[in-house]
């Protein structure tokens, strides 16, 4: 480091962990920066859609996402990598880091795990697409996939909503059980995709599918979907017939256009940003069965890790005291 500049701290996961925040914090800031993004250049969100490197020799993917916050005076850069098929089980499929600098003069302040955070505000948007789209009085959760993103949307949508039941499908029907062991509150786990989401009125898609899984036909009419896998512009978990037949709501428009295999190859219509949702310029077609496509926005890691920076700094101020 430079003469004078303090290094930057290092977060773990453990450290990111104690000091996320709780949902009741997280939601209504990732909510503001949602909204913020989709108000344009006067929301002062700084995002370029992420710069995707193939590792082809390795079947990888290196995802670089910067962003700057003016209203949070926040400025990161997130570097998330994802492999399609790891021959070591106990590699995560995705691993991120996020680096936070001081936007007044670039110094690296910290390097922060950015697995915990990627999983959790992930999460928080879709239980947010959730609170605005799912159908009035619902009772049923579908979550396909049983990785670290099925635990983050389980634990937030149980906490935030009051599903009767909640059912769980995975490829692997031995990795389901184990989630449905590992979590609070009884789970059904289901030996197929049509099982699983048959009358269920909200649905997370949180799989590593590259070709679809979801079936149209198989969906409640008015369902509300958070599809969350397939971030690549050849890989699909939902069919044509869902897509087509939905409302299409995303996190931004640009990404979705360029990076969503589900929304390119479908061709289907987007209907609206979410942040637009919010900001009162598009309307929550609840009565409709809808779609939330979640690609992940580099704004939501920047307000997440700001959070979590400054409770950290916070609580070592104490400790000095």
């Keep these: 480091?430079?003469?004078?500049?303090?290094?930057?701290?290092?977060?773990?996961?453990?450290?990111?962990?104690?000091?996320?925040?709780?949902?009741?914090?997280?939601?209504?800031?990732?909510?503001?920066?949602?909204?913020?993004?989709?108000?344009?250049?006067?929301?002062?969100?700084?995002q370029p859609v992420r710069t995707v490197v193939p590792i082809q020799k390795y079947s990888g993917?290196?995802?670089?996402?910067?962003?700057?916050?003016?209203?949070?005076?926040?400025?990161?850069?997130?570097?998330?990598t994802f492999y399609e098929h790891l021959k070591d089980p106990s590699v995560p499929t995705h691993q991120a880091t996020v680096l936070l600098l001081d936007p007044t003069n670039g110094t690296l302040k910290a390097v922060m795990d950015g697995s915990v955070i990627t999983a959790k505000r992930t999460a928080a948007v879709s239980a947010i697409a959730t609170k605005l789209l799912m159908p009035t009085n619902s009772e049923?959760?579908?979550?396909?996939?049983?990785?670290?993103?099925?635990?983050?949307?389980?634990?937030?949508?149980?906490?935030?909503?009051?599903?009767?039941?909640?059912?769980?499908?995975?490829?692997?029907?031995?990795k389901a059980e184990k989630f449905a062991r590992s979590v609070a509150g009884p789970i059904q786990v289901c030996s197929t995709v049509q099982e699983a989401v048959a009358g269920a009125d909200v649905i997370v898609t949180v799989t590593m599918a590259t070709k679809p899984i979801l079936h149209g036909e198989w969906v409640k009419p008015g369902a509300h979907i958070n599809a969350v896998g397939a971030s690549r512009p050849d890989w699909r978990e939902l069919d044509d017939d869902?897509?087509?037949?939905?409302?299409?709501?995303?996190?931004?428009?640009?990404a979705a256009m360029r990076e969503s295999g589900?929304?390119?190859?479908?061709?289907?219509?987007?209907?609206?940003?979410?942040?637009?949702?919010?900001?009162?310029?598009?309307?929550?077609?609840?009565?409709?069965?809808?779609?939330?496509?979640?690609?992940?926005?580099?704004?939501?890691?920047?307000?997440?890790?700001?959070?979590?920076?400054?409770?950290?700094?916070?609580?070592?101020?104490?400790?000095?005291?």
């Excluded at 897509?243 to 931004?252: E, G, K, P």
Aim: charged share 25%; glycine share 8%; aromatic share 8%.
């Design 140 to 174: 049923v959760l579908c979550i396909l996939g049983a990785g670290v993103q099925a635990r983050s949307h389980y634990e937030i949508f149980m906490e935030l909503f009051s599903f009767k039941e909640v059912r769980v499908w995975n490829r692997s029907k031995e």
């Design 262 to 321: 589900d929304v390119i190859l479908s061709g289907a219509k987007i209907f609206s940003e979410l942040g637009e949702v919010l900001l009162g310029m598009k309307p929550a077609l609840r009565e409709e069965t809808t779609v939330f496509k979640s690609l992940g926005m580099a704004i939501e890691d920047t307000v997440s890790a700001k959070m979590v920076f400054d409770s950290w700094l916070a609580g070592s101020r104490k400790e000095e005291v």
């Design 242 to 254: 869902v897509m087509r037949n939905s409302v299409l709501y995303v996190d931004t428009r640009e």
């Design 1 to 46: 480091m430079s003469r004078g500049v303090p290094p930057p701290v290092f977060l773990g996961a453990e450290a990111v962990e104690e000091h996320f925040p709780p949902a009741s914090l997280l939601v209504p800031a990732l909510e503001a920066a949602l909204a913020d993004f989709s108000s344009g250049p006067e929301g002062g969100v700084v």
């Design 61 to 80: 993917f290196l995802g670089v996402m910067p962003a700057y916050s003016a209203k949070d005076d926040a400025l990161t850069t997130k570097l998330v």
